[in-house]
């Protein structure tokens, strides 16, 4: 039998959760189905595992030039274009994007809008992490839910910057939309998703157990299966008396989820994709009807494929949780 390639970064990622969990090289080895040795070569190599000399032309840019370059980009503040110019003698945007891709740690990503993570928010999501990193089936039963808002004039702030994925992304304050918007709710699992639910007026507590009377409940157990469970944020009126109640009378199983985590919630993933099919090529909308039109056909083209896609990222995001200890994650 031949050798097995090396650990990916997801299993590398795997490991340093069971071994922050207290799990032994041994049980470690079991359960991502590899050699303890492999492990202990992994956790005895580290940052240094995986890595080789290479080969061939040597680079124009001066070693010295190459650190500047990758300094100015991880500010987050400056372009391919203003490096290239500053540099002495100056170089070329096509020489700074080598010297970039051949780092490997840098991407140009977009800037998030996230909530602050206090200490007691890392613990609570912590522990979530901990209760649940043993699921792998399970997550096919739950049906993630969101709300979310549509402007007219397209998305919230849609900025990017040069990222070094060594460090964390940075973030950047929500600005009022001008135009209008529109506000909708949906639930998805790995089986299929609920119809979208528009939300015309102020959302209640009263105003959110008829949603879910309506757009949740005829399809959860096709979603989820027999056993489903389901998952909602922290909302007020999520989590008011009444809105427990009406779970209760309803046999609905409720995730206990931690606060401040949308990184944690596939749906935020999903919404994206939806709002790329919405917006695409720049497009903005002249009405509601408009937009909530465009809504309800891009929304009707997402595939199952793409959901399952989504679901089974969980026992990552519930790994990278751990890894860093409650903080915030890459998703």
């Excluded at 935020?268 to 903005?284: F, K, S, T």
């Amino acid at each position: 039998m031949g050798r097995r390639c090396s650990l990916s970064l997801v299993e590398q990622g795997k490991i340093d959760a069971f071994k922050t969990c207290g799990k032994s090289n041994r049980e470690i080895g079991k359960l991502l189905n590899r050699s303890h040795n492999v492990v202990n070569n992994y956790l005895r190599l580290k940052n240094t595992y995986g890595s080789k000399k290479s080969s061939g032309r040597p680079s124009k840019v001066t070693p010295r030039q190459r650190r500047t370059i990758v300094k100015e980009l991880k500010s987050g503040n400056m372009s391919l274009s203003t490096v290239a110019r500053q540099q002495n003698p100056p170089i070329s945007k096509s020489t700074v994007h080598r010297v970039v891709k051949k780092f490997g740690n840098i991407v140009y990503v977009k800037r998030k809008a996230t909530p602050k993570l206090t200490k007691k928010h890392k613990e609570k999501r912590l522990k979530f992490a901990q209760e649940v990193m043993s699921w792998k089936q399970d997550w096919h039963r739950v049906i993630f839910s969101d709300e979310k808002k549509f402007n007219l004039d397209g998305p919230d702030g849609w900025q990017y910057y040069w990222h070094d994925l060594r460090n964390d992304t940075q973030i950047f304050s929500k600005r009022q939309a001008g135009g209008g918007s529109v506000m909708v709710w949906a639930g998805f699992g790995s089986a299929g998703k609920t119809d979208i639910a528009f939300i015309d007026n102020r959302l209640n507590a009263a105003g959110y157990q008829q949603l879910l009377e309506q757009y949740f409940l005829p399809q959860s157990e096709h979603i989820g299966g027999p056993f489903f469970m389901f998952q909602q944020d922290n909302a007020p009126v999520h989590t008011a008396n009444s809105t427990f109640e009406w779970f209760l009378d309803n046999g609905v199983h409720i995730i206990d989820w931690p606060p401040c985590s949308p990184d944690l919630n596939p749906v935020e993933n999903m919404w994206a994709i939806l709002a790329r099919a919405v917006y695409a090529g720049g497009r903005q909308y002249n009405s509601t009807a408009d937009l909530k039109q465009a809504i309800s056909s891009e929304w009707s083209k997402i595939e199952q494929k793409c959901l399952q896609k989504l679901v089974v990222t969980m026992p990552n995001r519930i790994y990278e949780v751990i890894l860093k200890q409650g903080g915030k994650i890459s998703y």
